[in-house]
């Protein structure tokens, strides 16, 4: 910036140099006179308005200058207490993440000792909602003692049964697949039928009889029929019936207790069919 300022007013400078080079040569010949002339007075008057006019513009750009580093080193520590916020967002983020990740897994082990169930957890590491099949992909295999058929839940509710097993993960066919069905009664009248999956992510509840004493709200679990589910999974509730006359069974459809999108972690009951009785 000094260097800038030097080749814009190169002819000042230079003129104001040559300016105090003569006046201090007069100062030197007054001295040795004795006294100072009227021209030489006017010529040192004149010097010093100069050199106070060069000391104020140097102490402006040193100002300036000093400003400009101070303005730097200011930009240089915003950025660096930027970047440590960054950081230190991220692991509040991440410990937020564990907290609610461990809390989730003791609901499911709280869940699991309540209810007797030999089961294991495990976290969901994949899904093909848009697949010919929908299931989700658990990190356990067969390594993990993970079989074909194992009952899968969560604290809400039936998740599905294992399709099929690798050895560190399985694949999960969930209850809203078409090709699923589990045996299924109504909680409150204990009225039966059977739960399928559907395209459109409700669960069908078939072959219940017209006469079945059921109303939109009820509550459906498993039957304990059928060697995958214990009994008394929660499926799902009623969201909508239709017993037309006529008809031998009603039309019944269930919102299913679990949120597929939201999964994260479930239990896997490794329980086997034989077990269910104790």
């Known amino acids: 910036m000094l260097l800038k300022f030097a080749k814009r007013n190169k002819v000042n400078i230079t003129f104001l140099s040559l300016l105090i080079v003569s006046i201090l040569q007069m100062s030197m010949d007054a001295k040795k006179r004795g006294k100072l002339s009227m021209l030489d007075e006017l010529l040192l008057d004149s010097a010093s308005i100069a050199q106070r006019g060069i000391t104020t513009s140097s102490q402006a750009v040193a100002d300036a200058w000093f400003g400009y580093i101070y303005l730097i080193g200011l930009k240089e520590e915003n950025r660096m207490l930027r970047d ?4 230190l967002r991220g692991r509040v ?19 699991k000792e309540a209810t007797g169930y030999g089961a294991t957890t495990a976290r969901v590491i994949g899904s093909s909602p848009l697949s010919s099949f929908k299931t989700i992909t658990i990190g356990r295999g067969s390594i993990d003692g993970i079989r074909k058929d194992m009952a899968v839940v969560t604290t809400d ?3 599905g049964r294992i399709l099929s097993t690798a050895a560190n993960t399985s694949k999960v066919l969930l209850i809203t697949d078409r090709n699923s069905d589990v045996d299924a009664l109504v909680q409150r009248s204990r009225d039966r039928g059977i739960a399928e999956g559907g395209d459109s992510g409700l ?3 078939k072959y219940l009889s017209k006469n079945a004493d059921v109303v939109v709200g009820d509550l459906v ?7 995958v ?3 008394g999974c929660i499926i799902g509730t009623i969201s909508m019936l239709d017993n037309k006359t006529g008809r031998m069974f009603q039309s019944v459809e269930i919102e299913p207790a679990v949120n597929f999108s939201k999964l994260e972690e479930v ?3 490794t329980d086997s069919p034989e077990e269910y009785g104790r």
């Open 84 to 87: 440590e916020t960054t950081e």
């Open 93 to 111: 983020n991440a410990l937020n993440e564990a907290t609610q990740e461990n809390q989730r897994l003791k609901d499911l082990l709280s869940f």
């Open 157 to 159: 509710g039936v998740i």
């Open 203 to 205: 669960i069908q509840l």
């Open 221 to 227: 679990l498993t039957s304990g029929i059928g060697g």
């Open 229 to 231: 589910f214990k009994k």
């Open 267 to 269: 239990l896997v009951i």
